[in-house]
Every structure is written in C-alpha cells, then in structure tokens.
C-alpha cells in the first residue's frame, strides 16, 4: 500500500494459505495489484522479478521434534525444512536466478539455521540483514551471486 506502483505476486503451495492471503488483498482493497498463485515454490510464478521474498520452510528436523505445542498447531508444510532445515532453501537459490531481472535480489528468512546455511553454501556471499529477531535470521543475496552456485 505504501508503494502504489508495484505489482505482486504472491505463492504458496497451501491452498488454505491463499485462502487467507485473499481475504487481505480484498479488504485492502488490492485486487488490481496483487495476484496470488498456488506454487510448490517458484514453478507457477511468472517473473521476472526485482525483488523475491521468502519465508520457507525452515525448522530443522531436530527442532521439529522439540516445537512447543503452539508451534506444533501450525501446518508441518509450513515449519518443516528437513534434516538441516535448508530443503526448500537449496531449490529455491538454483531456480531462484531465472525468475530475477539482471539486477533483482532475493530476501530470505531462514530463522536459527544460519550455521546450517552457511554450512550448505559456503562461498555463498550474502548480507545478513537486521531484524527484530536478530542479525543472522534473514539474508539478502543478489541474482549474480545466486548464479555463482551453477557453476
């Protein structure tokens, strides 16, 4: 809203997800300006794109295992980021560059698994961004360093 000229596409695999995000744009009155699609990741958005945000799926397993039972009450789809908690992370920076204008970036949160992350993408430069949770909870990586991974 604070930006009236940029147009969004928001995905998400949970058709009940949609569901919510529609009830938003609607009250918000942001039909024209944002379309919403159901996609197991990037596969059914169209792009390219100046800018990618994402909140995946990031718990690792043996997080997972300890969630309080508030957290538990949430979908698995939604928390559950396999073993290292950096599954749908490892997909998402390979197809993620194809999907970016030349000078696009990418915003990902990636919760406590910055070890994990770092440990996957080691000559990964990336700018960890400051949040109210912390400085190591969400990143920021350039289409041309996302495209240093395909080689």
Request: proline share 6%.
């Amino acid at each position: 809203m604070a930006y009236p000229e940029v147009t969004v596409d928001g995905a998400d695999i949970s058709a009940p997800a949609l569901e919510v995000a529609r009830i938003n744009v609607d009250k918000h009155g942001l039909q024209d300006r944002v379309q919403l699609l159901q996609s197991d990741g990037l596969q059914a958005v169209r792009g390219p794109y100046d800018l990618i945000l994402c909140n995946p799926p990031y718990v690792n397993a043996r997080s997972m295992a300890l969630l309080p039972a508030e957290y538990r009450a949430e979908p698995e789809l939604a928390l559950a980021g396999g073993a290292d908690g950096i599954d749908f992370v490892r997909r998402l920076l390979l197809e993620a560059p194809t999907h970016m204008n030349y000078s696009a970036v990418l915003v990902l949160e990636i919760g406590n698994e910055r070890a994990n992350f770092e440990a996957a993408f080691p000559q990964l430069e990336v700018v960890w961004l400051d949040t109210s949770a912390g400085e190591d909870q969400v990143l920021l990586v350039t289409r041309d360093n996302l495209l240093s991974l395909r080689t």
